[in-house]
Structure formats: structure tokens, C-alpha cells
């Protein structure tokens, strides 16, 4: 292995790897490498400890109660909130809206914003390389309203066209819906510049955070993004929970999303009002322990030193990519200048299945298919890939045992 200077040192990451019970697990009688964090990632004990802790000690229903049990577990599910808001530097708490993820929370947006603001002959703007949670609910919202839906183009090293995007954007345009970082194919789109071009031209964006908030420093405001959407589960927290950003006036003036409990202010026959935020959009029981973890989550990364973990996944990328390119025949889909530690890759013709197949046979975890971006499929012309996705927890050993296992799957497969 080639010596690095990454700047978590080899006794740093086995402290944070000791942080991660499941990192212990043996499969098929080989140490785990686990190298499917864009799906999701594991959780470390402190996650683990809270959830716990919460329904041994803190079991309540939140917002409702007087008694003990019922204010403490409403004081844990704030903090979360609060945490969030300082961690993406939203400038207030009312902005943070709980949701089970990612979709949700895009979903939310298309369907009070998008519901109330977009008519016939309006236009959206999406790109080719999104995901599947941030294609369909805008396919759904232009059928309804007969409103049109454009597509920024990709080159082959897998970048927008931002001239094409330059040319899309037109008076029509009312909402751009983008992701900041490729979940097939790692690359990290220039959100601001993006985000100035469609304010330029009147229009609002939604970005999708799902896999860039835990690699990149997150700051809506000086991104000014007008929504921000994340799934807990990829930052270390458990599944469930998810945040949707919204700049403040933009939540006030939308319409209600799920009617409910918790969502009102007073509801009689004849006419409802509702809550002020965040709690408009946060209809019934909330998933009130997995988000008081999301917080124990937070408080991971950043004690952790957010700054050192994406070093740490910059090298473990480049050494990876510098390694994989040494293999014959293995072609890397995703090749941006600008990229996250997620290397999609094929050799061959081997079918992307039978690569995974043969590495899980080796105690390696990867995610092959067409990751739920199946039009990116289609642009590159591939029907999936084999995708390797680094954590904090990763080392260059299991880089190594990665492309030792490759190398092995190719002799048994061709
Ligand atoms: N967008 C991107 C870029 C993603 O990678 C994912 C998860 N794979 C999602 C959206 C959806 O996230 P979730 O399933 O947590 O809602």
C-alpha cells in the first residue's frame, strides 16, 4: 500500500471505526468492507445510544404533553432542529421541517409550492443526471398542470452543460430542481453559479442535498438556495428522518401539506386555521426518536471534525481511482474534476450483478445497478454500474482489498 499523507492518520480512523459496531461483523467469514455508504451509511454508537436511551428514558409523545417524560422528549426532538439549522446555517429553527428523507421533503415542495405556483406552460428544470426522487414528482406536477419539464444535458466526464442550462433558463422557468452532488456519479455540481443563473432569471431552486451532506460544508444561506432537501440516514442518523429547508418567507406563503394533529391552530367545521412553522408541515406524530438521533449524528461529524472527514474521503478517493485505472479494461463512469468519494465503475461486458455477487462472496459491500437514475443509464448507454461509496470509516487497506477483489472477480468471471 502506498503511504499517504492523509491527514486522519491510521490510529485516528481505527478510533472512529471502533465508533461503528457493525464495522466488527464478519461476512462470509471475511472482515466487512463496507463501501455502500451513498445508499446508506452505518451508524456510529452514539446514534445507536440515543435511540436507545430516548424509548429506556424519554418515551413520550412531543408538543402535547405537561408531564415530565413529554417535555424532555419535546426539548430532545428541538434540539435536533436546532442543531440542523446551526450545521447548514439556516437562519432560523422555523426553517428546519422534519421529514422521513430526501423524496419527502422534495415531495413536499411539488406538492404545496409547486401545486400553488406552477400553471400551464410554466416550465421546470431538472438534469440528467438526478435522481429518481428528484425527476418523478416534477413529472407528476407538469402532467397535472400541464407545465413543462427540461433537462440539462451531460458530458461524458458526467458535468452539466451549463451553457445548455444558460440557454434553458428562460422567463418561463419557475423552478430549477438539482442535485449538488451525483449519487451515480459523484460529481459535484457548481450549486452556486447554478442557483445565481436561475435567480437571474426569476426562477427558484431546490436542491437536492441527499449525498453532498455529508461530504461538503453546507451553508444554505451562502449557497441562497431557496430549498434544501437531506435524508438523515446518509449522514450517519437512522432511517426515517429527513429535513427539508425552505427560506422563511417561501414556507410562510406555501400551502399546508399532510392535515392533521400538530399541523393546526384550530379546527372547527367550518374552518381550520394552522400552526405557525415549522409545525405547518409536521402533520400527526413525528418519528420523534430517530430524529433526537439525527442530532446525537450531528454532534458526530462535527466533534469528529467535518473538515478532516472529507479530507479523509478525498484521499480515499483519489487513491482508490489511481489503483482502479491500473486494471485492465475497467472504465470509470463519473470522471469530473470535481468529484465526492463515489467511483461507478464496469469491466468489460461483466455484468455489474455478477461483480457485486463475487465481491459480497469476499466480505465486500458495493451497490450495482442503475441507482435509481435510470435516464443517466440511458445517457451513457450502460443498463447499471458498480459503485464503490467512501466513509469517514473506510481505509486504504479495504481500498486495497477492493481492487484485490476485483481483480479476483475478473479471473472467475471472464
Ligand atoms: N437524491 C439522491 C441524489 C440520492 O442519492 C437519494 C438516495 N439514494 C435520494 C435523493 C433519495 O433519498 P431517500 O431515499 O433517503 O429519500
Not at 28 to 56: C, W
Not at 99 to 114: F, M, Q
Not at 221 to 244: E, N, R, W
Request: glycine share 6%; hydrophobic share 40%.
Amino acid at each position: 500500500m502506498e503511504t499517504s499523507t492523509h491527514i486522519l492518520n491510521t490510529l485516528q480512523v481505527e478510533d472512529i471505526r471502533k465508533q461503528f459496531p457493525i464495522l466488527k461483523r464478519t461476512i462470509h467469514n471475511k472482515p466487512i468492507v463496507y463501501f455502500d455508504n451513498a445508499a446508506t451509511t452505518q451508524k456510529p454508537m452514539v446514534v445507536i445510544d440515543a435511540l436507545s436511551h430516548y424509548y429506556m428514558h424519554s418515551n413520550a409523545n412531543i408538543h402535547r404533553g405537561i408531564h415530565t417524560l413529554a417535555e424532555e422528549a419535546t426539548a430532545a426532538y428541538e434540539a435536533t432542529r436546532t442543531a440542523v439549522q446551526v450545521f447548514i446555517n439556516a437562519s432560523c429553527t422555523e426553517e428546519i421541517i422534519f421529514t422521513r428523507g430526501t423524496t419527502e421533503s422534495i415531495n413536499l415542495v411539488a406538492n404545496t409550492w409547486g401545486r400553488k405556483n406552477i400553471q400551464e406552460g410554466d416550465e421546470i428544470i431538472i438534469s440528467e443526471m438526478e435522481h429518481h426522487s428528484n425527476i418523478v414528482p416534477w413529472q407528476i406536477l407538469c402532467e397535472e398542470k400541464k407545465a413543462v419539464l427540461k433537462v440539462i444535458p451531460i458530458s461524458d466526464e458526467g458535468e452539466l452543460l451549463l451553457d445548455v442550462y444558460r440557454q434553458l433558463l428562460t422567463s418561463k422557468t419557475k423552478l430549477v430542481a438539482i442535485t449538488y452532488v451525483s449519487n451515480s456519479l459523484g460529481t459535484i455540481n457548481p450549486i452556486s453559479e447554478i442557483i445565481q443563473m436561475a435567480h437571474n432569471a426569476g426562477a427558484l431552486v431546490l436542491v437536492d442535498g441527499a449525498q453532498a451532506t455529508v461530504h461538503l460544508d453546507i451553508d444554505v444561506q451562502k449557497m441562497d438556495c431557496d430549498f434544501y432537501a437531506f435524508s438523515g440516514h446518509k449522514i450517519y442518523a437512522p432511517t426515517g428522518v429527513g429535513v427539508l429547508y425552505g427560506k422563511k418567507a417561501l414556507l410562510e406563503a406555501m400551502p399546508v401539506f399532510m392535515g392533521g394533529g400538530e399541523m393546526i391552530k384550530e379546527v372547527s367545521f367550518v374552518k381550520t386555521t394552522y400552526a405557525e412553522l415549522p409545525y405547518k408541515y409536521e402533520a400527526g406524530t413525528p418519528n420523534i426518536a430517530d430524529t433526537i438521533a439525527l442530532k446525537a449524528a450531528i454532534d458526530f461529524m462535527r466533534e469528529t471534525d467535518v473538515a478532516m472527514i472529507h479530507q479523509h474521503e478525498k484521499e480515499l478517493l483519489e487513491y482508490a481511482t489511481k489503483q482502479m485505472l491500473q486494471i485492465p479494461n475497467l472504465r470509470i463512469y463519473g470522471t469530473a474534476e470535481n468529484k465526492t468519494g463515489v467511483i461507478s465503475f464496469l469491466v468489460n461486458n461483466i455484468h455489474p450483478q455478477d461483480m457485486g455477487v463475487l465481491l459480497d462472496n469476499q466480505g465486500i459491500a458495493v451497490r450495482t445497478g442503475h441507482h435509481c437514475t435510470q435516464p443517466l443509464m440511458h445517457r451513457l448507454g450502460i443498463p447499471g454500474t458498480v459503485r464503490a461509496s467512501f466513509a469517514v470509516y473506510n481505509t486504504m487497506e479495504e481500498v486495497d482489498r477492493l481492487i484485490n477483489g476485483i481483480q479476483k472477480s475478473i479471473k472467475m468471471l471472464l
